[in-house]
């Protein structure tokens, strides 16, 4: 059975992420990044930075809440039982520091079947408060047994 | 440049991530709804596997975080928390960083593909 692609192309509301030093920490922290320019706003300074810099994968979180509407989309459509996440890619721009703020638009890149199965491609695209691209994300969700 | 990172994620490792990164799906940080679903145990982020690769790369460039411009991966065993992940990777003739992350036998993370700012 060929799966529902009717929801490619399909684009959702901005999400507002306001980026905090301390969050920066928790997340630096838990995936063990121990670079200062991650903690320390004089040492991020001193390295280039407007403040404290977020490590690049960072960009988890401030873009989840941008695709969590696409993934969960009824139009989308897609079966949750059988979902794993199959890939990832990100391409960064501009750095994201502590006091940015980041808005990230989410779509539906892709709805297509291959091998008995479905894959479901987002993408999101992330600006800091000047307009500049930060960080572009493929989110690559697949369905087993479509 | 020959990239390797080893990191053995604590029992906890998942606690600490979902909360870093907001994903609290129970898979991560409920053993017993894990093993109900069919899983050996509570399994990690593939996330947080895949920025295991990123801290690879760009402690692999001396590491300033601006380093790494791009970094695709692909999912595929699941990470288990307790076990050493090993990270490796080496450039090929464009100048892209070919990697992966095994545990053990188990590779959790294939056809990782890096690029790298020149200095």
Redesign the interface.
Same mark, same amino acid.
């Given at each position: 059975m060929p799966v529902n692609d009717a929801a490619k192309g399909k684009t959702y509301p901005p999400f507002e992420y306001e980026v905090g030093k301390e969050?920066i920490k /928790?997340?630096a =922290?838990?995936? $063990?990044?121990d670079?200062p320019?991650?903690f320390d706003r004089e040492q991020a300074r001193a390295?280039g930075f407007r403040d404290v810099?977020?490590?690049?994968?960072f960009a +988890? +979180?401030y873009s989840?809440g941008a695709l969590g509407p696409a993934v969960l989309d009824p139009e989308v459509g897609m079966n949750f039982a059988m979902m794993?996440? $199959? $890939?990832? /890619?990100? +391409? =960064?721009g501009e750095?994201v520091c502590a006091g940015d703020t980041i808005s990230t638009e989410g779509s539906v890149k892709d709805i297509y079947e291959r091998g008995g199965m479905g894959f479901y491609v987002f993408e999101t695209a992330s600006r800091n408060q000047d307009g500049q691209e930060v960080v572009r994300g493929?989110w690559t969700n697949i369905v087993r047994g479509v | 440049m020959d990239i390797e990172l080893k990191v053995t994620p604590d029992k906890y490792l998942p606690h600490r991530y979902a909360g870093a990164s907001g994903d609290f799906n129970p898979i991560h940080i409920d053993r017993e709804f894990a093993q109900q679903v069919g899983l050996p145990t509570n399994i990690l982020h593939g996330l947080y596997s895949m920025a295991q690769v990123a801290r690879a790369c760009t402690q692999a460039a001396g590491g300033d975080p601006r380093s790494l411009r791009r970094l695709s991966v692909q999912f595929r065993g699941m990470g288990l928390p307790e076990q050493e992940i090993v990270v490796t990777g080496s450039e090929n003739e464009q100048g892209v960083l070919a990697l992966e992350a095994v545990q053990g036998d188990n590779r959790i993370i294939k056809n990782a593909e890096a690029e790298l700012a020149t200095a």
């Open positions: 969050k /928790e997340y =922290w838990a995936v $063990g990044e670079n320019v991650h390295a810099v977020a490590p690049p994968m +988890v +979180v989840w794993v996440h $199959g $890939g990832q /890619e990100f +391409v =960064w750095p493929t | -």
